[in-house]
């Protein structure tokens, strides 16, 4: 498989505090690329630094094959990269369709620039994750559930080539966890490459073809679930050494 998104040597400090440090690894095209790690490890401040919303202290990342880590954030979203937010925040007096026509004025290569044919987008994506019954509803109205696949709705309309996701799965019960994985899965047979975040190691064992492993910012471990959830250094981050 071929990368389309590539990680290297990325580190970043805030001032004497380093939340990531020295990453690399790749994202490949078609992949569902688990990431994992107890609080505090870097992940969403890894997220950031791939949709532009914080640029590294060090380091480089390339989006096929294009060095895009000086670019901002908004540029970055026009090449293809999409995400959702751990804090969801909807744009307040908006309906559930605006927001997430939001998403289709400003997304891949510039965006839709006509609005009709923007909130024919979104409608098209809140059928997609199950949400075209609010359409019409004002989305700080929603729940928190709701909410999560409102996140979705709006970066899918942006129609990404990468999809980051930061914990777009926490909150939820059982059986919407399990609802939330069929449409992450339904992504990725649309050919977009999915980074997702999640501490729900069942659901993410079950919905990703390689698990990355964030400690204290630093990278220790990646590889297929099987072998990376039976490594000592992983057991020993979630468990403690004792368990380990």
Excluded: W
């Excluded at 990368?3 to 040597?9: E, F, K, Q, R, S």
């Excluded at 895009?68 to 908004?74: E, G, Q, S, W």
């Excluded at 939330?180 to 980074?195: A, F, P, Q, T, W």
């Amino acid at each position: 498989m071929s990368a389309v998104l590539g990680i290297t040597n990325v580190t970043r400090r805030f001032a004497g505090l380093i939340a990531v440090n020295d990453v690399s690894f790749t994202l490949n095209q078609g992949e569902i690329l688990g990431v994992i790690g107890p609080n505090g490890a870097g992940k969403t401040t890894l997220v950031s630094l791939i949709s532009g919303t914080l640029a590294p202290t060090a380091g480089d990342i390339a989006f096929e094959g294009r060095p895009i880590t000086k670019l901002p954030a908004y540029q970055r979203a026009r090449l293809g990269i999409g995400r959702t937010f751990q804090i969801m925040r909807p744009f307040p007096g908006l309906s559930v369709l605006d927001n997430v026509a939001v998403g289709a004025l400003f997304g891949h290569g510039g965006g839709e620039s006509d609005l009709d044919k923007a909130r024919e987008l979104a409608r098209a994506q809140l059928d997609f994750v199950g949400l075209a019954k609010f359409a019409d509803q004002r989305a700080d109205e929603l729940g928190g559930p709701s909410r999560k696949r409102l996140e979705l709705a709006k970066a899918l309309a942006m129609q990404p080539k990468v999809l980051l996701c930061d914990e777009v799965m926490a909150g939820l019960n059982l059986v919407e966890i399990d609802e939330v994985i069929e449409v992450l899965k339904r992504v990725r047979e649309r050919g977009i490459s999915i980074l997702v975040i999640e501490h729900v190691i069942k659901a993410i064992k079950s919905l990703s073809d390689r698990l990355l492993v964030l400690h204290h910012g630093e990278k220790i471990a990646d590889g297929d679930p099987d072998t990376v959830l039976s490594d000592a250094r992983v057991v020993e981050a979630y468990l403690g050494r004792r368990r380990a």
